[in-house]
């Protein structure tokens, strides 16, 4: 994901100085990203250079300048959220390489399959339990509530890992039929 | 160790002489204080499973012992008092008693173990007020939602202070919310050193509350895996933004 789409559109709701785009960026994933500093200085000079930002108001105490997305940065932003994800489905797990690679041998051992497959299902279920344990950790915090952004986000987690698992199911159901 | 259900390869077929297992060779222990949750698809045996444990069905071969009670070989009396004492159950449909109130329904447990009437309606009213559903005591379960029914259900359960809570599918028919409430005073009943075994087909919910995963197929165990809290994958590594913030 990048960080330039993610900083613009902070700065289409309003002008923000560089450590404010930190901490916002910071409360929104509930503190798990520790965001550099240098780094949001060096993306606004681009975004500015480009003139998808500008400058706000005047430099205040300790010579901040606030930035706001122009014209063009807001088009820009628009269009971006405007056209939907149309890449072909991406499985980027190795785990569809391991099963592909083992299914195409010769002699496909069976079992090394279901092994492999088991030792995924487990990862996957702690990764769930991961999720659920890190959703109720920010539960308590204003942005981890209940339809929150980051709400949301870890439901997402959650129902891919779970599109996982039923695809792990389903593939130890048709291994051991055969 | 401490097992509370000790089963030794333990098969139910379906019927009498009818050669097809509903449950086929188990054999595990769930220690005190677990919080174990039961996966499978439909027809893999989980009811069964949780049946046996209850002391609502005998296996047809193998040892079952929950509670230090043989449930192949117990009287029916010794069975009948296990299920009122030393189980709690939750369904997924509640199974309330329309016609009695909250109270009473919470009470019934208690007064068929033989507790007096007043002692067991000042228990009924402390177990509804420790899961915040006080003000309910009076009212028919009719006029509840169904995460009030199912609170009230947990107290009922919970109102002999059993050894074991088996928990049968029991967010099935509420709404999210309302199911997260119910699983959080799971949660906290097996904080409380509770043995909590809960049934379900939902893996993300097994997973979220579930200190150890049993998976069902075909009546066998399948797999058996305990989770840990480790607490790795932020909300900033789902969606990859970690490396370029660093």
Redesign the interface.
Known sequence: MSLRLGILGLLTSGPLHGYEVKQQFEEILAGTWDLNIGSVYQMLQRLERDGLVQPSGSRGDRGRQEFVATEEGRRLFDEWLDNPDKQPELLREEIYVKVLLLALQREPDTARILKVLDNQRHAYLQRLRDLADQERAVQGTSSGQTGSPLALLFQAGRLHTEASLKWIDACVEQLSRN | MNAIVVMQNVSRLFAENSGVAALDGISLDIERGEFAAVVG?SGSGKSTLLNLIAGLDRPTSGRVEVCGIDVGGASESALAKHRRKGVGFVFQFFNLIESLTVLENVMVPAELAGVRRGKAKARALEQLDELGAAELARRYPETLSGGQRQRVALARALINAPDLVLADEPTGALDT?SGKNVMDLLAGMNEAGQTVVLVTHD??LA???GRR?LTL?DGRL??D?R????????????????A???
């Open positions: 698809p919310r893996i993300k997973a979220s509350y995963i197929r399948a797999d895996t989770l840990s809290v480790q607490r790795t994958g932020t909300a900033a590594d789902l969606i990859g933004w970690t370029e913030g660093r």
